[in-house]
């Protein structure tokens, strides 16, 4: 199975901050990457796919790069709204494996 | 808009077996392939398996931990997905999620319904 390593596993950051996950996959999955935010006690919310195309409805703040082996989620002005847990999703190979999430919390 | 509501949750014993269901609407639920995802108390998410759609040959594929005991299936008539788990352990306990995929796994999400798994 391919695994996917996030970091960090948390962060403290404050409202208007840049913030940057990253992903990292044990073998190249080209862009079959997407990323979730889940907020307490909700299903997770797909934010982007094939590793940078942003999702219908979700803030253009957010975005996403990378390609192959190494991806990244940025949120480039954090919002109150913003504050959840962040995962990455490789469907490039199966079984689809999920990064261990990241969470972002209130500095 | 997109909605999958999930149904069947509840508590049962090891080696027992529950029956969850996923009503869709507001898509072309034929078409779609649908994946279950799953998520013990507190930890991740967890890919659990996913149907093809009639049209692309209908196929399924599981995780390892739940290959041999849980069955995914559809009716396409009644625009829902079902997940058969049979042989259930603690380990099972979840909220477990349906969900379309498209451009990829998992792009839109049900609420999800919660699986306990206890003596």
């Known amino acids: 199975d391919i695994q996917m390593t996030q970091s960090p596993s948390s962060l403290s950051a404050s409202v208007g901050d840049r913030v940057t996950i990253t992903c990292r996959a044990s073998q190249g999955i080209r862009n079959d990457l997407g990323w979730y935010q889940q907020k307490p006690g909700k299903a997770p919310k797909r934010l982007i796919y094939?590793?940078?195309s942003l999702q219908n409805g979700v803030p253009p703040r957010f975005s996403g790069s990378g390609s192959g082996t190494e991806f990244t989620l940025t949120i480039s002005s954090l919002q109150p709204e913003d504050f959840a847990t962040y995962y990455c999703l490789q469907h490039n190979n199966y079984p689809p494996t999920f990064g261990q999430g990241t969470k972002v919390e209130i500095k | 808009e997109v909605q999958l509501v999930e149904s069947g949750g509840g508590f049962v014993k090891p080696g027992g077996s529950l029956r969850l269901s996923c009503a869709a609407s507001g898509f072309t639920f034929s078409n779609a392939w649908m994946s279950w995802v799953r998520q013990a108390p507190g930890k991740g998410l967890e890919w659990v398996g996913r149907?093809?759609?009639?049209?692309?040959?209908?196929?399924?594929d599981y995780a390892a931990p739940v290959k041999g005991r849980f069955t995914i299936s559809r009716d396409d008539s009644k625009n829902t997905l079902y997940l058969q788990m049979n042989s259930l352990k603690t380990e099972d306990t979840a909220v477990y999620y349906c969900?379309?995929?498209?451009?990829?796994?998992?792009?839109?999400w049900g609420q999800g319904t919660l699986v306990t798994v206890s003596s």
């Open positions: 149907i093809k759609s009639k049209t692309d040959d209908g196929t399924t």
């Open positions: 969900a379309s995929d498209w451009e990829g796994i998992a792009d839109q």
């Open positions: 094939r590793a940078s």
